[in-house]
């Protein structure tokens, strides 16, 4: 399911937390010239005037500068978060991760033998108290965060919850590993910045990528970090053998950042998704009105959507099926087994139109 | 040093295991068209049409028949590699592998805690007599083989060694990686088949990448395999998360391969790199003549010699650099602290004039 590139069409489905393809940007790519360098096994944390490039832009986007030398350029964030667990953790290490948090990050840590402890949330994010024990407890390889219009529950954390986050992290001197693909997928006002520009002397590795907000195709992404994990990261056998994990892509996408034409597209698209997430978030009160508990966010993919009676929305899946609909269940998010009255909603891969039939589709099927 | 991308001015680095930047075709990658679901996620296998393509080729390389549904594609042999070890070993496993071997493959292996046990060659390629002993006195997680041109020593696997040696691994039930990466890279006549072609039924995967028949920057390969093996990577969990490893930068290569501008110049360069090769093994057989121990390798990137009076070639790394040669010394790609009097030399990143040069500033190294 995750991967279908061609919309189903009788249903419309909300689990799929891809970027609608008819947003994909095929002509911003042409025309194309390839240096020899670009063909070339590349410098192992990629390219350095794509980096120079990069941080430009991010230093801009994030509000806070960014520069070439704490940026790898990797395959996107699976292929970063992949690297940063075989350079990290091992079979019976312990990983911190919030509940509910991304699923596939889940089967990540699973597939590695790596053991997972889930901190519960609240509305600014991952909670420190419960961090705080679990940290004394645990000897964790790494803590894993969302910060930014959290998958699957869209919340921000905020500034001062970050602030406190990267102190702990520091303390504890305990890997911090941010998964901030949607960071610059805001629709009004930024988020606070990635938390890798929070404090240079903590271990904190930033994950992010050109997948939500240019073409997942690319499989271009990066880790901002400083210091030892950087090095560390650098050092792998992987890059040692293969040089720089992006040379071509980051050739395509370099010249797009520099004429600013990537900008351009980014913000055309944080105006389709705002209309979007609009359109659902609205749809979603007019039809089930205070049967569902949301909180809209403010940017991302997802919102997430709790039955208020408490009743859980797996046993409803067959009937959505029926009535030409589908949701991500939101135990598939938890470690605790937790959030079974809840649902994830992606608003990016449908239009206006099919989210205003969705949200009558959903009302019918929690009716009754 | 394996990244240089300019070549340095004074020295010749013989010990460089990259195409000449010379040859890299730049004009082959124009015009360039991307369609919507090269930048979408893509099939977790890579693109079904890519994989069609591909195999219509590998169909006619390597003369015998090859679907797309045996291939997954990657982002080059490193990142298979990488892939495979996550999949296939954990920490305390045991790989075993030929001695000599690459390094860069023991590196990744003693980076993952992988512990490797090394089974003597002779000149048909791994010994099958130490590999059967060691199969039943370890249970390795799989064995790592280099079937044609071997790195470094050149070495290509009889057809009666390769039959046997994809036997022992249905024996035992033990996988056996193949890197075939110079599989391609013939010169004259062409090697038997990957090690993946013998027996559908044997848990054999092969790996081949575009990096030496076409351009290392694109990042792009792919595993060959039946069954169990290739179902287990294709479940992995990045893959789940990120899709297939390489869309956009298969959306650039299979044009190519459909129109036979890749197979054209892929048949130049094994023309130059057969002419570069004669060049170095021509010019040191007449600068060194019987002090130094050669066979003559029938494809790839590397020439094996050894000083025939058994003297050590890391004691001359100093005299070599004042000379302006390099190389790389035999004990690198050894897990046995072997092969000590041998050194690596690299034919492919240099041209005929600079080939030559270096042959008679080796013999000043190894003089006296």
Redesign the interface.
């Known amino acids: 399911m995750?991967?279908q590139?061609i919309k189903p069409k009788n249903i419309i489905d909300l689990g799929v937390g891809?970027?609608d393809?008819?947003l994909?940007?095929?002509s911003l790519?042409?025309?194309?010239?390839?240096?020899?360098?670009?063909?070339?096994?590349?410098?192992?944390a990629g390219d350095s005037t794509f980096r120079q490039t990069l941080a430009a832009w991010l230093s801009v986007d994030y509000g806070k500068p960014i520069t070439a030398d704490q940026l790898i350029v990797t395959?996107?964030?699976?292929?970063a978060?992949?690297m940063i667990c075989?350079?990290f953790a091992?079979?019976g290490s312990t990983v911190l991760v919030e509940d509910p948090t991304y699923f596939?990050?889940l089967?990540?840590f699973?597939?590695?033998?790596i053991n997972v402890v889930a901190i519960p949330m609240d509305d600014e994010g991952i909670q420190l108290d419960a961090l705080d024990c679990a940290l004394q407890q645990h000897q964790p390889a790494f803590i894993y965060t969302i910060p930014s219009y959290h998958n699957p529950t869209g919340i921000t954390q905020s500034h001062e919850r970050r602030q406190a986050l990267v102190a702990l992290a520091k303390k504890y001197q305990c890997l911090l590993v941010a998964d901030e693909v949607y960071q610059s997928l805001y629709y009004q006002k930024k988020p606070p910045p990635p938390l890798a520009c929070y404090d240079n002397d903590a271990p904190v590795l930033s994950v992010g990528t050109f997948?939500k907000i240019l073409?997942?195709?690319?499989?271009l992404g990066w880790i901002q970090g400083e210091g030892a994990p950087i090095q560390k990261l650098l050092r792998?056998?992987?890059l040692?053998?293969?040089?720089?994990?992006?040379?071509?892509?980051s050739?395509?996408v370099g010249p797009l950042i520099a004429n600013g034409e990537f900008q351009a597209y980014l913000a055309s698209l944080r105006q389709t998704y705002q209309i979007r997430l609009d359109t659902l978030y609205e749809g979603l009160k007019t039809s089930m009105g205070d049967k569902l508990q949301m909180t809209k966010p403010e940017g991302g993919y997802f919102l997430w959507a709790t039955l208020a009676d408490g009743s859980h929305v797996a046993s409803k899946l067959a009937v959505a099926e029926k009535k030409g609909v589908n949701f991500l269940g939101g135990a598939l998010f938890s470690a605790n087994q937790g959030y079974a009255s809840s649902m994830r909603l992606c608003f990016a891969w449908y239009g206006v139109e099919e989210l205003e039939i969705a949200c009558e589709r959903l009302a019918q099927v929690f009716r009754g």
Do not use: M, W
Request: aromatic share 4%.
């Open positions: 995750s991967l590139i891809q970027p393809p008819n994909l940007p095929t790519f042409q025309p194309l010239t390839f240096h020899g360098q670009d063909l070339a096994y590349g410098e192992e395959n996107g964030s699976s292929s978060l992949n075989a350079q091992k079979p596939i990050a089967n990540l699973a597939e590695r033998g997948s073409a997942p195709g690319l499989r792998s056998a992987l040692k053998s293969g040089g720089g994990l992006a040379p071509v892509t050739a395509l």
